[in-house]
Nanobody, 127 residues
Framework: QMQLVESGGGLVQAGGSLRLSCAAS????????MGWFRQAPGKEREFVSA????????NNAASVKGRFTISRDNAKNTVYLQMNSLKPEDTAVYYC????????????????????WGQGTQVTVSS
């Protein structure tokens, strides 16, 4: 099992920034691709961003390209999501997730391949 704990959410005005963190434990963090997903009230959970196990590749949803940046520090077992130029439509609960397979060669946007999930952190962007 891998345990994931998110932090860094909060209330911010439109145009502002937040940095989410996700601390992992229980498995060898550096072996897994990591992703961020979000779910707004009444909507399906959607892919936001992901990073490969070695940090060499990233993938972002079109809605956040140019605004959000994912990174990881394998020495600290932590993945980050830097969110800039936030918009009210970014309001959601943000979840950190770990791919169920080690050393996957490509980044997958589908939630079904992510076996480990955090409890989520609320991000609210006011207009």
């Amino acid at each position: 099992q891998m345990q994931l704990v998110e932090s860094g959410g909060g209330l911010v005005q439109a145009g502002g920034s937040l940095r989410l963190s996700c601390a992992a434990s229980g498995r060898t963090f550096s072996n897994y691709n990591m992703g961020w997903f979000r779910q707004a009230p009444g909507k399906e959970r959607e892919f936001v961003s992901a990073i490969s196990w070695n940090g060499g590749s990233t993938n972002n949803a079109a809605s956040v390209k140019g605004r959000f940046t994912i990174s990881r520090d394998n020495a600290k077992n932590t993945v980050y999501l830097q969110m800039n130029s936030l918009k009210p439509e970014d309001t959601a609960v943000y979840y950190c997730a770990a791919d169920g397979s080690q050393f996957r060669s490509g980044i997958v946007q589908t939630a079904a391949v992510y076996d480990y999930w955090g409890q989520g952190t609320q991000v609210t962007v006011s207009s």
